[in-house]
């Protein structure tokens, strides 16, 4: 489909007199305009449908179906697309009923080319104008999608949202990695409605979810009589998404048979249903997703490489929660406004405790994991108060850092002097035991951290972070020596 901004077809004439129609047509041309001419509303209603005209300029009296029956059909396509009506001196009372029902205008018979040039001109700067609010009113609403479903500041996060929005207006296909509960079902929404397909299907398979014996019939269909309990012919979700977007969310359990024929639909954009002759062609925007290692899997030949090689036009990696710093509890927020308004109670907010848990805990289970802990407690909280309790996180050391290669220094001097960066939880965990050592006691620590004092204690050992003092409740026995 053309830019609407810009359309390919800037007028519509629909006129069944020849001479007439070729008459108007080269008047709009001289002034500069595209036109497109057919003789009745049944040749002109696919251009009308399909390619988006500025204005649209139409005889009353038509061949075959009248113009004001085609009104609300032109309506119905576009609400704002201008439909002028030309009109014999004996039609103006039904035109004006046409303008009362939406109609943009009415030119009576016989009329100059100059007034019609004119009406059409008058026609078209509003109608690039709402074309234009229309283009900008879609982009921040996708900007407003892709915000909604990337939460947080950190660089990693600004970095992938900008990529987002630079692929929503592609055609490109899209590997998604990342782990478990991230996200990756969310982004793929995220690009399929800031794209220009937006208002075409999104269908979402998720390939480990479906046995695979049935993985090709679903993929691709069947037609009646392919095998045994094919009763009917069946749509396959590939054609489904046909003008759309198709996502495969864990293409990596996707077995080699099903892969080869992936295969063969990406690279010659047909599919044949299991049991058909004939191929059918279907323009599919193809989004994948994955937790595993699909370069692994290649070398050890539980994934076709080619097929590697087609999907991974454009890599995104969503990060784990755990390493996302501060972003964690923004999120949490969000979380928990969207849990407050969809259960119907009022606005609440997490308790210091509730923080210091957020903040310190590993989530294995990422975003997901974070949503249901902040769902339950919304659920069972009756107070303005989300404590950590209700949010029933058990809390345990962090696992050691994936890279040793940077100096346990720089990550001191990093914590101590940057306090605005995003911190891992370590950092976290560090910088608040040693700006609070010295006038809490251990148990105060540990509940403020959300942990219990064996576990404080692990982790002090673990960083190398020694206790400066005993306080008094840690050391029953020093109250009385001194």
């Keep these: ?33 595209t036109v497109q001419a057919f003789g009745s509303v049944e040749a002109a209603r696919a251009v ?30 576009d609400k704002d697309l201008p439909m002028i009506l030309v009109t014999g001196h ?66 990693v996060m600004q970095t992938l949202r900008r990529t987002v929005l630079s692929l929503a207006a592609t055609t490109a296909d899209v590997l998604i990695y990342g782990e478990t509960g991230t996200g990756k079902e969310l982004v793929a929404r995220a690009l399929h409605r800031a794209s220009q397909r937006a208002q075409q299907p999104l269908v979402c398979v998720n390939c480990a979810a479906i046995p695979e014996t049935l993985i090709e019939s679903e993929l691709f269909g069947y037609e009646k009589g392919a095998f045994t ?5 069946r749509v396959g979700l590939i054609e489904a998404a046909d003008g759309g977007t198709l996502f495969l969310d864990e293409i990596g359990e996707l077995p080699c048979e099903a892969q080869a024929r992936l295969l063969r639909f990406i690279q010659e954009g047909e599919i044949r249903a299991i049991g058909a002759v004939q191929s059918r062609r279907v323009d599919v925007r193809l989004i994948t997703a994955t937790h595993r290692d699909l370069k692994a899997l290649c070398d050890e030949r539980k994934f076709r490489q080619d097929l590697y090689y087609r999907i991974n036009v454009v890599e995104l990696f969503l990060p784990p929660l ?28 997490f308790s ?34 989300i404590s950590h309790a209700a949010l029933a996180i058990e809390l345990e050391p962090p696992e050691p850092r994936s890279n040793e290669s940077e100096p346990r220094g720089r990550e001191n001097q990093h914590c101590a002097d940057d306090p605005a960066e995003d911190l891992s939880l370590e950092d976290y965990f560090q910088r608040f035991v ?16 959300g942990v219990s004092r064996k576990c404080l204690w692990e982790r002090r050992q673990r960083f190398g972070i020694p206790r400066k003092k005993a306080a008094p409740d840690d050391n029953p026995a020093g109250r009385h020596s001194a």
């Design 434 to 449: 040693l700006q609070n050592q010295d006038h809490m006691s251990e148990t105060e620590l540990a509940r403020k951290l």
């Design 90 to 155: 004996g039609d103006i009372a039904m035109a004006v009923q046409c303008m009362r029902q939406g109609a943009y205008d009415f030119i009576e018979k016989p009329a100059a080319s100059e007034r019609i040039v004119a009406i059409v001109q008058r026609a078209a700067e509003k109608r690039r104008l709402v074309l234009q609010v229309r283009a900008l009113g879609e982009r921040l609403a996708s900007q407003r999608g892709i915000d909604a479903v990337m939460v947080g500041r950190s660089a």
């Design 352 to 385: 210091p405790e509730a923080i210091q848990a957020i903040t310190c805990y590993h989530w294995p289970g990422n975003v997901r994991e974070l949503e249901n802990a902040v769902e339950r407690a919304v659920i069972l909280s009756d107070g303005d108060e």
């Design 48 to 77: 009308v449908r399909h390619d988006a005209p500025l204005v649209l300029l139409c005889d009353v009296n038509l061949p075959g179906q009248h113009a004001t029956a085609w009104l609300p059909e032109v309506q119905a396509i």
């Design 322 to 349: 755990r390493e996302r710093g501060r972003d964690v509890l923004g999120i949490a927020e969000a979380l928990l406004e969207d849990a407050c308004r969809r259960h119907e109670r009022k606005s609440k907010h």
């Design 1 to 33: 489909m053309s830019n609407p901004s810009v359309p390919e077809i800037q007028v519509v004439l629909v006129e069944d007199d020849e001479d007439v129609r070729h008459g108007t047509a080269q008047a709009l041309e001289l002034a500069g305009f």
């Design 229 to 233: 309990g094919a009763a009917s012919n």
